[in-house]
């Protein structure tokens, strides 16, 4: 098993659709006896919330966001947790829209310190 999300920062690697999470958008994990849980922010997402549950690699969490135009949307993702080459963690994702249509695949990488 990959190590503990807690307290890492993470980013996307590709910008997503325009209103949507993006290379702008920081999530900062947190993870406890199997449960995950972050707070997000920027680029067009004013806050954002995840939560879920971590069994070994995989992490099932759901999802509610704050945009910029001031609407909410929320969603399901199940993720797949892999260590990188050089220690850092990665998040391949496969997510799809409960309040609105849409689904697809993305993937988060932990951001290094002069990433922030």
């Known amino acids: 098993m990959a190590r503990s999300?807690?307290?890492?920062?993470?980013?996307?690697?590709?910008?997503q659709a325009p209103g949507?999470?993006?290379?702008?958008?920081?999530f900062t994990y947190?993870?406890?006896?199997g449960e995950i849980w972050a707070e997000y922010t920027g680029?067009?997402?004013?806050r954002g919330h995840l939560v879920g549950t971590r069994e070994g690699?995989?992490?099932?969490?759901?999802?509610?966001?704050?945009?910029?135009?001031?609407?909410?949307?929320s969603g399901h993702c199940v993720s797949t947790v892999v260590e990188l080459p050089d220690g850092r963690v990665r998040l391949e994702e496969?997510?799809?829209?409960?309040?609105?249509?849409?689904?697809?695949?993305?993937?988060?990488?932990?951001?290094t310190a002069h990433e922030r």
């Open 5 to 15: 999300l807690d307290g890492l920062l993470l980013a996307p690697v590709a910008d």
């Open 20 to 26: 949507q999470v993006g290379t702008r958008t920081r």
């Open 30 to 33: 947190h993870e406890k006896d």
């Open 43 to 46: 680029g067009d997402v004013v």
């Open 57 to 73: 690699d995989r992490l099932d969490f759901r999802y509610v966001q704050l945009k910029q135009d001031g609407s909410t949307s």
């Open 94 to 111: 496969s997510w799809e829209w409960e309040s609105q249509q849409g689904s697809g695949t993305s993937v988060v990488e932990q951001v």
